[in-house]
Structures are given as structure tokens and as C-alpha cells.
């Protein structure tokens, strides 16, 4: 396995079953603490985050190594040092290894061609967010016991989320079946197939279909997904909005219920 992790698309089916099982075996308690002593993890976050960046300090803490948070606003990137340098210069102070969370789909890729340190993907603009993706899989393994054969619903912006793309590539490395389910602007373009009737390494591998219609009973898992505002136009008016929903919420409680949310809202804003 490559040192560095990128994304899951680049990974094979045994790749991703191998991180799972050591994860599991982290946590239960099956491998030592420590194994990362002596070494240096370094977050470079062009992104805010609070759940991903808090996490990786936490784990890497955990595990015994020195973590240090390189603030970007603060930095030398401020006064145009590119992705390039900064990540050289890093491995120059000494990081083993650097997270990276960046607006720009790829920019980990490229930092992990110009370093000899490991390069972490912790989220490249719309591309892939795999480590939220590994997190998912060990997730639903944990209360289903298995991946391969379940029918699996991703359910809101797929067309947005990184989050969502690193899913439908693990889900159907490991043999699920996946529907994305959303308004058909923000799923993916056009009806994908992935890997039908493909094996890779013995294994089936699943499928993936969009879809608006209700979901069906038999589902096992459902991946719900947030609408992002990284594609969406900041400028939409209320009209425009309710529009929206009166296009694809027909049940009439859910309208009211949206209704009261709002007014709670602007009452709470007032005088603010």
C-alpha cells in the first residue's frame, strides 16, 4: 500500500478491507498504544474544520506522536507561498507525515508528488474525502456485520459532496449496492454504473443507480448527506427557495413545519 492515502477510488478492495481491520482492531483495544512515538504529524487545513482536524490531533496524540497545527491564516500562504513550498518546507522542519485539507480538487495529490513525508486527504474540494469514507464503511460493518451485498441509499447533494463520492467508490469496491437519491441538480450527471458485473480480486463488486423515487423497504443502509453551500448560489431569494421545496415536498405538514422553522428563526434574529 502506497504511503500516502488520497482517496478510495485508487484503493482495491483488499486495500480498503485491510484499514478496516486494523481500525477495528484499534478499537478494541488490540493494538498497542504508541505506535507513532517519535514521529511528526503536521495539519495544514486551508479549510475550517472542527470534527476532521480535532480528530486527526486526537488519534495521532493518541498513538504518541508530536502534532502540529500549521495555521494558514497566520502562515506564510498569506503572503502567496504556494501549496508546494509550504509542504516542502514542512517536510524540512521534520513532518513524517501531512494532513491535508484544501478547497482545490487534487491539491493533495500534487503536495504528495513534491514531499517524501506521507500526504493525507482530509477532504479536496469536491473530489474525495476518505477518511470520512473509511469511517462510514467501519460504521455500518460494525452494526451489519459485513458490507458486501448490502443495498445502501446516499441521500441529499451527491453532486457536491466529497464526502458522498468517497462513499460510492468504497461501498461499491465491497460489493454493495448503491442508490443516490436526491432532486436529479444536485445528484451526479447522468445514470452511472459502477463496476456491474466487474470482479476485482475474486470479490463482486456493486452497482450505483440515481434515483428520486421512495425508497424502497428492503434498504439496509442510508447515508444522509447535507446540502452544500460550496455549489450552491448564495444569491437565491425566498421565493426562489420556496419554490424549491414546493417542487419536491408534497406533504403538506413538512411545508408547515419548514414554515415554523422560519418564523422561529427570524424571531430569534431579531434585534441582532
Known amino acids: ?126 473530489h474525495e474525502h476518505p477518511t470520512q469514507g473509511l469511517l462510514d464503511l467501519l460504521t455500518v460493518r460494525q452494526r451489519k456485520a459485513r458490507i458486501a451485498g448490502l443495498k445502501v441509499a446516499i441521500v441529499g447533494d451527491v453532486l457536491h459532496s466529497r464526502v458522498a463520492r468517497s462513499a460510492i467508490w468504497s461501498f461499491t469496491k465491497l460489493g454493495a449496492t448503491v442508490t443516490l437519491v436526491g432532486p436529479p441538480t444536485l445528484l451526479l450527471p447522468g445514470p452511472r454504473e459502477e463496476g456491474r458485473g466487474k470482479k476485482e480480486e475474486g470479490r463482486s463488486r456493486g452497482s450505483v443507480r440515481s434515483s428520486f423515487v421512495p425508497l424502497p423497504f428492503f434498504l439496509a443502509v442510508m447515508h444522509q448527506g447535507t446540502i452544500s453551500w460550496r455549489g450552491t448560489p448564495s444569491s437565491m431569494t425566498r421565493d426562489q427557495a420556496w419554490a424549491l421545496v414546493c417542487e419536491w415536498i408534497h406533504n403538506p405538514n413538512l411545508r408547515k413545519h419548514l414554515l415554523a422553522a422560519e418564523a422561529a428563526m427570524r424571531a430569534c434574529t431579531r434585534g441582532r
Do not use: W
Request: glycine fraction near 8%; charge should be neutral; proline fraction near 3%.
Open 1 to 126: 500500500m502506497s504511503r500516502h492515502l488520497l482517496g478510495l477510488r485508487e484503493l482495491s478492495a483488499a486495500q480498503i478491507q485491510q484499514l478496516l481491520d486494523s481500525s477495528q482492531a484499534y478499537a478494541d483495544g488490540e493494538r498497542p498504544a504508541g505506535a507513532l512515538t517519535g514521529r511528526t504529524i503536521i495539519t495544514l487545513f486551508y479549510e475550517p474544520s472542527t470534527r476532521t482536524e480535532i480528530s486527526f490531533e486526537l488519534a495521532a496524540k493518541r498513538a504518541g506522536a508530536d502534532v502540529v497545527r500549521c495555521d494558514v491564516q497566520r502562515s506564510s500562504i498569506q503572503k502567496g507561498e504556494s501549496l508546494v513550498d509550504t509542504v516542502q518546507t514542512l517536510e524540512a522542519l521534520g513532518a513524517d507525515a501531512i494532513v491535508i485539507r484544501h478547497p482545490m480538487a487534487g491539491a493533495p495529490k500534487v503536495a504528495s508528488r513534491s514531499v517524501r513525508c506521507a500526504v493525507i486527504n482530509a477532504g479536496d474540494g469536491m
